[in-house]
């Protein structure tokens, strides 16, 4: 089984792009705006989002499960977007642990949410770096689609337990830890697998959440 560990994502976020997701409008006196963009200076030199990921084979489909290397998937949903896969690439992405603990130094509110809202764009800028790595490298001409556990009721968070096993001392090589409660910490942390098929998949076409900022999809209905 392949395996790559990225554990210092190259990003870079603009004081404009950090102060339209927080509401500000850029002037530079207004003492809001200069404590947001202060705050953005800090989280750019501590923070270092990182994601491992793993190329695994399928090795059985059953009725409602697959088996990856040992670990059983259990859902309806996986095993009918699997059907005519051979392989999956099981991936952990995290803002990383250095900007978790920066951010809990603040207690006012409104400076809460604005460090939630950094470690938030330096996931997506993460996950966008890991989309990017995957789609060039194993998927140039395919289409590219994923599934995460936890995001539709037909697979659970209880799947973040093969997932964990089987891309194997997430820990130790980014710093993600599952809870007793199957969350990931940090919490701004995303997990799951890639593949391609001949029929593009997105977990949003079955989520009823209407302003989910991560939506690539249109509501089109329950999953089964």
Known sequence: MEKQIVGDVKFSITNAEFLKSIGLEDDPADENCM??????????????????????ALE?????????????????????????????IAYVA??????????????????????????????HKCYGNLNKTIKSTYFPAQDLSHMSPGSLAD?????????????????????????????????????????SSESHYENCKFCPMPKCPGRRAEYSGKSE
């Open 35 to 56: 404590q947001a963009t202060e705050m953005l200076a800090q989280a750019l030199v501590i923070a270092k989002p990182k994601f491992v990921y793993c190329i695994a």
């Open 94 to 123: 995290t803002c990383g642990v250095e900007i978790e603990e920066w951010s809990v130094q603040f207690t006012d509110l409104t400076e809460q949410f604005w460090a939630d809202e950094l470690k938030l764009l330096i996931l």
């Open 155 to 195: 697979w659970p968070l209880s799947g973040q337990i093969p997932l964990f096993e089987l891309i194997g001392t997430v820990t130790e090589d980014i710093g993600v830890t599952l809870t007793e409660s199957l969350f990931m910490l940090p919490s701004k942390t995303v997990s799951g697998f890639y593949f």
């Open 60 to 88: 059985e489909k059953g009725d409602n499960f697959v088996i990856v290397e040992g670990r059983r998937f259990d859902s309806k949903l996986v095993r009918k977007n699997l059907d005519m896969v051979h392989r999956i």
